[in-house]
């Protein structure tokens, strides 16, 4: 995932020790999804779809299966705006290399048309062909802190904020003194508690490169460079996976109205990034 | 699943093989396939704190296993674990899944330490094959119990001490015993990790439960928890066991009432007065876990999933040199150790930098599944578990007592 993770957990003082542990639980729970579903470290379950995803389907989890369900759900309501599919195209795009990042993509190349299929019944994630090659990015860091905050509550925690980056934030209970966690976004402050919030800002990396988020489809290319969306949703992962769709495509907003009612998200702006927790 | 690119599934057992020259590899093998189940084998996992979980997990995706229960007194770990392999029956023990109508083929145990003897012999008088978590035992009685029905029951045992199954290890390993370093001048190990080894209990009455590791009564410590992993990768890669360990501990960070020491150190004789000097704590992560081999002719340092060799300035050229990337550690060129170097160089990959294709507890599970499915070798008997073990009771007690505590060769002799 490639970002900081920042947890502040509310309670009283003689129960530090408790608070301490369950920080540090939810923590091993953050680094077991980036162990999984990290593009770049070449032994996690990621690397392995990618490379063997066409011949092979992979298991999956009770875990792994809230995430693909959240982003088979987006990437169809949202007709492909929302695709992890992009990693090569991401690679083509000089985007990991930026970083010093060294994607693991696998070396089959192959058509087009050739996709990732989850099949919830069976509980496993393929590649109808050669050639995909997922980035998980952000989703998988809302997944993350969805599950993170699961183990927390599990430790008896009962008011936390937890953020990956700054841009994916879920909360629950308050903290000591006030009615909510709030969230900053541009002149509003919108309070949290058992809810997630996540923006998506397609910030300019270079003129080389164009903005990091791309217009998943036949042809590739990045999104304009103001385009940005932030969005409240009932899980960060799928917090995170319609704060892309709507920056690729934020006409989604009303064109999906129907679906973001009933997947209970709200979008708070079209343009305003997160700024201050 | 695939086997890794870097070394066939085969290879590993193969690389066993040879390590049988030495006379320190695993000795149980099976002529004939001990079993061999038409599909999956099917599997219970004894045990649902972090690791056992992330065993279960591990299974559920791995070809050829299928988890079907795992168990746990603790119906929080219960419950996680059966999201992590939705295939499995939840049970409090192995006792009542076996009362059960699951079908059973082979067992995991990963429970505190303290109680794997009596979940192993109980596996091991239902004539299932078991793959034991390190340390097998907390007591040299229950060793010696363990290794007895083990040899008895006419099953696979693997203990999980992962190093001998991890294919960078086993080339490492080969590299060493080829006179890479030349002569061992003597030995590092350290496990750093900063974490208050304290569990939050939902329920208070599972507090102490949870947090065995933190009662000097049944816990051996960091320098058994952590260390005996290590200890073994010295055993298997020197071909010597130790002669002798002092040890110390104290609390340097975690000043809440514990007993168990935060930060140990051990330094473990082992003969021609050669030295490891170990160190665990957790209260400091720099540099994780390592271990480092000391030679005339340079040092190797191994780090799970990746190795390097530093050579000394009289060292003569290896061949694989001019296609290994290198790494800086200060004023040190660290040269990256790669298992199946030559082939990954003809594919030009090996300057982008190779890692482990798969995390080292997969290729030990696999390991263990093929002993069972194929009558395989297993990675690590019975016998070097225990020495492994046996060297962790010790050096808990060192740090315990503060005593130089000699080990008995006895427990180092090959069985009959």
């Known amino acids: ?277 | 699943m695939s086997s890794s690119p870097l070394l066939p599934r085969r290879a590993i057992l193969q690389g066993a093989g040879v390590l049988g020259a030495f006379g320190l590899a695993p000795t149980m093998a099976f002529e004939a396939p001990f079993w061999s189940p038409p599909g999956n084998t099917k599997v219970a996992v004894i045990g649902c704190g972090p690791w056992g979980r992330n065993i279960a997990s591990e299974l559920h995706g791995l070809e050829g296993s299928e988890v079907v229960a795992v168990a746990d007194p603790v119906a929080s770990r219960l419950r996680s674990a059966v999201r992590k392999a939705p295939t499995a029956k939840g049970f409090r023990s192995l006792t009542e899944a076996l009362a059960d109508s699951v079908e059973i083929q082979a067992v995991v145990v990963a429970t505190p330490s303290h109680l794997h003897a009596a979940i192993v012999l109980e596996a091991l008088a239902a004539k299932l094959p078991v793959y034991c978590e390190a340390p097998m035992a907390t007591t040299l009685e229950d060793l010696i119990a363990i290794r007895a029905a083990a040899h008895s029951a006419g099953v696979p045992f693997t203990c999980g001490l992962h190093g001998r199954s991890n294919p960078l290890y086993a080339h490492a390993r080969d590299f060493l015993r080829s006179g890479a370093i030349a002569d061992f001048v003597g030995f590092r190990g350290q496990h750093h990790e900063k974490t208050s080894w304290f569990s939050p209990a939902v329920e208070s009455k599972d507090e102490a439960e949870l947090n065995w590791r933190l009662d000097p009564e049944l816990s051996l410590g960091l320098a058994g928890e952590f260390g005996v992993h290590q200890f073994d990768v010295f055993h298997w890669y020197t071909g010597q066991y130790p002669i002798a360990v002092r040890g110390a501990g104290s609390i340097q960070l975690h000043k809440d009432g514990r007993k168990v020491h935060d930060t140990v150190h051990l330094d473990i004789e082992f003969p021609s007065s050669r030295f490891l000097h170990y160190d665990a704590t957790i209260a400091n992560s720099f540099q994780k876990r390592f271990e480092m081999f000391h030679g005339t002719a340079g040092a190797i340092k191994m780090a799970q999933q990746a190795g390097w060799l530093f050579k000394e300035a009289d060292a003569p050229t290896i061949g694989f040199e001019v296609y290994a990337g290198r790494q800086q550690f200060h004023d040190e060129e660290g040269i990256t150790l790669v298992a199946d170097a030559t082939k990954l160089a003809a594919q030009e990959r090996i300057k982008n930098g190779v890692s482990l294709q798969e995390p080292p507890l997969r290729y030990s599970l696999k390991s263990f599944l093929m002993t069972v499915q194929e009558g395989a070798e297993t990675h690590c008997d019975v016998d070097e578990g225990a020495r492994a073990s046996y060297v962790a009771i010790s050096a808990a007690k060192a740090v315990r007592t503060g005593e130089r505590i000699e080990l008995d060769p006895k427990q180092f002799r090959k069985a009959d």
Do not use: Y
């Open chain 1, 1 to 277: 995932m490639g970002t900081s993770f920042e947890l502040v957990l509310a309670g009283e003082a003689c129960d530090r020790r408790k608070l301490v542990a369950a920080g540090e639980a939810a923590l091993e729970v953050i680094r077991d999804v980036e162990a999984r579903w990290s593009l770049f470290l070449p032994d996690s379950r990621l690397a392995l779809l990618n490379r063997t995803g066409h011949a092979r389907a992979i298991a999956l989890d009770a875990d792994d299966c809230e995430l693909f369900e959240v982003a088979a759900s987006v990437h169809e309501a949202s007709a492909g705006a929302f695709d992890p599919n992009v990693a090569r195209a991401m690679d083509a795009a000089g985007h990991f290399a930026q970083r010093g990042l060294t994607p693991i993509l696998g070396h089959q190349k192959g058509p087009a048309s050739a996709t990732w299929r989850f099949d919830v019944h069976a509980k496993t994630i393929s590649f109808s062909g050669p050639g995909p090659a997922l980035d998980l990015g952000g989703i998988a860091k809302g997944h993350a802190l969805d599950l993170a905050a699961r183990e927390l509550q599990e430790c008896g925690v009962t008011s936390a904020l937890l953020h990956g980056g700054t841009s994916s934030v879920v909360a629950f209970g308050a903290p000591p003194d006030q009615e909510a966690w709030l969230v900053r976004c541009g002149e509003v402050e919108v309070p949290l508690n058992g809810i997630a919030i996540a923006t998506s800002r397609a910030d300019s990396q270079s003129a080389e490169f164009g903005t990091h988020i791309l217009n998943p489809g036949s042809s590739v290319k990045s999104v304009g460079c103001r385009n940005a969306a932030t969005v409240l949703a009932p899980s960060a992962a799928l917090a995170d996976a319609w704060a892309t769709a709507l920056c690729v495509r934020p006409d989604l907003s009303h064109r999906a109205a129907n679906v973001l009612v009933r997947q209970g998200v709200t979008v708070l702006s079209l343009h305003e990034p997160l700024h201050n927790v």
